[in-house]
């Protein structure tokens, strides 16, 4: 528990004190249950931002590293630059994120509100997500038909990139869902 939980257990027992004690139990279980539910969620979002910030690190250094001589290098296709380049925007995200939670969950202090944190979460979230498959989807084609001709190191680099990115996206459309969950679930908006 953080400290700013177990300032709010302390207030919660001292208002238990003071109204029934059948009701009283009942009511600060259920605020305990609450908390580690909430804390729960951070930690969820922390992982699955900190998978995406592995998976596009992955993705970022293996693009750019894909240079194998003559006409194999991933800077003279449009489609690699593109998954370089979004590899190298989800790789900024989601550390940013990964730093923004690693604090909150040390200090026990948020960096922003929780309306606004919420929202760019959510909508951060989205934006990368549909970046990232829209980047591997466009390099897709043009690797199937490289492979088709000449199945060789640059290709399976390629593939490799591809396959991180794709799952950075997974990594990141499911915590825009748990974004998505937080959002509604809240009375501010």
Sequence with gaps: MTDENVHKVSEA?????????????VAATDIVRRWKREDLVKRGSLILHGLALVFSVIAFIVMASNTHGDWQKFDRFEEYRYVLAIAILSTLYTGLQVLRHIHELSTGKESFSRRRLALFGFFGDQVVAYLLLSAASSAVPLTNRMRENNDNLFTDSSVAAISM????FFALAVSALISGHKLSNKSYI
């Design 13 to 25: 027992s001292a208002n238990t004190q003071a109204a029934g004690n059948g009701e009283s139990q």
């Design 165 to 168: 990115e794709f799952l950075a």
